[in-house]
């Protein structure tokens, strides 16, 4: 069965950096985009990265835009997201997303409700 295994979250100080990692097993890796998204405290879900089943394109929410960098390694499927200059606004569950289409070619879905899996996330906290 399809799994999706988050890691690498934790507390970090403003400004700090963070690299998380999701680890994929069940299906074809390398034919799927993949996503991340976040829910902090009280907020409704958001998405915040997503990439093409080759790597080749990549998008960003603005409020990450220059900070993070999503990046996938297909021989060891697993999706990362490196997460710079991280602010307390970006405390939250962070998911990583399976697209539910096959071979995608783009774009990339922002609304997570074209994504059929998903992890149970990796924690991280943005505080001094």
């Known amino acids: 069965q399809v799994q999706l295994r988050e890691s690498g979250g934790g507390l970090a100080q403003p400004g700090g950096s963070l690299r998380l990692s999701c680890v994929a097993s069940?299906?074809?890796?390398?034919?799927?985009?993949m996503s991340w998204a976040r829910q902090a405290p009280g907020k409704a879900l958001e998405w915040v990265s997503g990439?093409?089943?080759?790597?080749?394109?990549?998008e960003y929410a603005d409020s990450v835009k220059g900070r993070f960098t999503i990046s996938r390694d297909n021989a060891k499927n697993t999706v990362y997201l490196e997460m710079n200059n991280l602010k307390p606004e970006d405390t939250a569950l962070y998911l990583c997303?399976?697209?539910?289409?096959?071979?995608?070619?783009?774009?990339?879905?922002?609304?997570?409700?074209?994504?059929?899996?998903w992890g149970q996330g990796t924690q991280v906290t943005v505080s001094s």
């Open positions: 997303y399976k697209d539910r289409r096959l071979k995608r070619y783009g774009p990339i879905p922002h609304l997570l409700n074209e994504y059929d899996y």
């Open positions: 069940g299906f074809t890796f390398s034919n799927y985009a």
């Open positions: 990439i093409l089943k080759d790597g080749g394109d990549t």
